[in-house]
């Protein structure tokens, strides 16, 4: 099965069933990248890899596999829910499920194509809003308001400055809500986490091991979970 990018070209895809949902994901991502870099050409490979048209959002990461495993009834039923760098938004699917009023957001033009297809197969609906959490928090804060639960996985592989970061993501808390972070173990997350305690938030520390037939080397992954609230 092939999927029209918003761009004009096709990608390869897959299906996969993870934790109760069956995903339609892109085949392979060298593969995706190849096909993208075809089709602007040898002349515009910068444009080929920017992040607006890389398609790093159609693969099923292992961070947003552990951040779902992670989410419960207790954290999700009946809170309004923002995932930010949504991607294929397996959290927003299981946080949906767990009785959360969720709102997806992401900024690649092809994340709506593969959000509508998967929800219509996992009967699942949920709203989904077009954001660059990165310098958009201002004008997304004031249209999408505030949130209990703020979920992100992997989006701290930038070198922003950290404390910029921790406030556009506090922004976006109601009083007394919680941010949820999933990361892979990048670099610059202790950078980040120095700056939200500075904030006023403290994390919790936990891992999410990953089993090996969800990892692109067939191997169990640690996935480092960090929950910051006041």
């Known amino acids: ?115 509508k297809l998967n929800q219509e197969k996992n009967g699942i609906q949920f709203a989904y809003q077009v954001m660059n959490w990165r310098n958009e928090i201002e004008r997304t804060q004031t249209s999408l308001g505030l949130f209990d639960l703020v979920l992100g996985s992997d989006i701290l592989y930038e070198s922003q400055h950290p404390m910029e970061v921790a406030k556009a993501l506090i922004a976006f808390l109601n009083p007394g809500g919680k941010i949820i972070l999933a990361d892979p173990g990048r670099a610059y997350i202790q950078k980040f986490i120095s700056s939200m305690r500075e904030l006023g938030y403290p994390e919790h520390f936990t891992t999410q091991k990953v089993e090996a037939r969800l990892t692109p080397k067939n191997a169990d992954r640690e996935i480092y979970i960090f929950e910051f609230s006041k």
């Not at 029209?4 to 996969?16: D, I, M, R, V």
């Open 1 to 115: 099965m092939k999927i029209k990018s918003f761009f004009g070209y096709e990608y390869p895809t897959k299906q996969l069933s993870v934790h109760g949902f069956d995903m339609t994901t892109i085949k392979d991502l060298d593969e995706s990248i190849d096909i993208l870099c075809e089709h602007f050409g040898e002349e515009d490979q910068d444009q080929s890899l920017a992040e607006e048209h890389c398609p790093y959002f159609g693969v099923m990461w292992e961070s947003g596999i552990g951040l779902t495993q992670l989410l419960t009834k207790e954290l999700c039923s009946g809170k309004k829910i923002l995932e930010i760098g949504c991607g294929l938004a397996l959290p927003s699917f299981a946080a949906t499920r767990l009785g959360g009023s969720v709102i997806a957001t992401d900024f690649h033009a092809d994340v709506p194509i593969f959000l």
